[in-house]
């Protein structure tokens, strides 16, 4: 497993916007052309794809709005082919460490459709700790820095 992040780029971008989710988990993340087009037309947050060597796997979004300084990842889906192979475990730390590198930043939060046990057991396995809130109907969990982040 070969996991890289890249820039989502002209040559790229539709191939993004096609990365099916299984059947049943359309409730759990928005469709990644939603996020492009707040990139676009909103002009906030950072995209980038997940490759396993030349093989296109996920995508994520991550980010800090205007009127919220918190950072988040907004959105982070693997391909339904691509699911419970070990690549949401392996390109997460690779975004937390961008995020870490390129933002001055104390905490990176994180939310999801509370029903989303996959979600809850990843983000809780990588140090993400539950912070009681519910927003957007959405369970928030964070990853404080001053914490050193578990091992995958």
């Known amino acids: 497993m070969a996991i890289q992040l890249h820039e989502v780029t002209k ?8 990365l099916p989710l299984k059947a049943g988990q359309e409730h759990y993340v928005a469709p ?9 037309y909103e002009g906030w947050g950072t995209a980038r794809a997940i490759y396993d060597d030349e093989t296109l796997v996920g995508f994520v979004l991550y980010g800090s709005a205007p009127d919220d ?4 990842v907004v959105r982070f ?12 475990r392996t390109a997460l730390p690779l975004i937390i460490q961008e995020m870490r590198e390129r933002h001055a930043t104390p905490a990176i939060h ?3 459709v509370p029903e989303n046990e996959p979600a809850r057991t990843l983000y809780a396995s990588l140090g993400f700790v539950d912070t009681g809130t519910i927003e957007d109907g959405e369970a928030v969990y964070v990853l404080n820095f001053d914490t050193p982040m578990k091992d995958s």
């Open 110 to 112: 994180i939310s999801f």
């Open 32 to 40: 990644n052309w939603h996020s492009l087009l707040l990139i676009a």
């Open 69 to 72: 300084p918190r950072w988040w």
């Open 11 to 18: 040559d790229n971008w539709a191939a993004v916007c096609r």
């Open 77 to 88: 889906m693997i391909a339904a082919d691509h699911q419970r192979r070990g690549y949401g």
